[in-house]
Structures are given as structure tokens and as C-alpha cells.
């Protein structure tokens, strides 16, 4: 593999192709709320695209109708996945895979991600109304972020981004 992420001999380097009819449809927010979030991907993860799965990332789940970030965060939920995994697995060559898992679990939970989303300041940002304020909504939206990233920037951008700020 030399380097190159490999998944069942897929590179996922590169961010998929979209095909037009998988773009996602979104119901626009008032641009007051996509500004600030333009203005975080900019200046916070150097990201200069203004791809709609941006928006949908920040977007909650509050009821059944319209786009959300609950795909994405179904996504990104893996991409975190790995890339914990794989600084674990890199950090300690003689662990064993109990060990390897007990410190995973540890990053992967919930209440991390929720507590990653808060310090980074993503749950600030997002949309949609009554947004509770509990551990899930927090999590699901950074796990959304890291599956826009993916399918937008690549793999390696999102795993860069994501031993920046998990770790």
C-alpha cells in the first residue's frame, strides 16, 4: 500500500465522485446562518470550498422532512473511526487488540465527540430549531463536518484535520 489509505483495495484518498443527482437537495438557510460557518471552515480547517454538505453537516434532525447531517454523521462516524483506530494501532506497535480497543472506545464515545464538538466550537454553529442542548445533537455534528470533509476534500484531509483536533 505504500502510504496510500486503502480500503478492500479501494483508494479513498481521493473524495468520491458525486454523481448530479446525488447532489443534496437542501431547503437554503437564511445566509445569516451559513456565513458563520463559511467563515469556521475557512479560518479554522483552511477549507475554502462552499459545497452544500457543509450546511447540511450543521444542520440538526428536527423532524422528519427536509435535509439534516444525520447521512453525513452516519459517514463520518467512520471516518473518526479509522483515523482513531489507526493512530492507536500506530502509537503502540506491541498492543494488544483489547488494549488498542479500550483506548479507541475511549475517543469514539459520544460524550468525547460531543465535549470535541463544544471546544471546537461547531455545536455553536448549528442550524435548525429547538436544537437540544445534549451530547447527541453535539456529536452527530461533528461526525457530519468530518463526513462533508471526506466526501469533499479526501480522506487524508479529513484524517489530517481530524489528529489535529481529536487528539
Known sequence: MSGVWSLMGCDITSPPTL???QHHPLSVPMKSQEEPIW???KEELDIHSRNAL??????????DTGTNNQRLAF???RVISLVIRNYYFQKD?????GDLTDASIDMENEKTLA????????SSLMIGPNI??????????????FGAIYLDQGFDKARILAEKYLF
Open 75 to 77: 459517514l463520518g462516524d
Open 132 to 145: 437540544p442542548d445534549e451530547e447527541r445533537p453535539k456529536s452527530e455534528a461533528l461526525e457530519a463536518l
Open 54 to 63: 457543509y450546511i447540511e453537516a450543521f444542520t440538526h434532525k428536527h423532524d
Open 115 to 122: 465535549k470535541k464538538s463544544v471546544e471546537l466550537g461547531i
Open 93 to 97: 506497535p506491541q498492543g494488544d487488540k
Open 19 to 21: 454523481k448530479p443527482q
Open 39 to 41: 467563515k469556521f471552515l
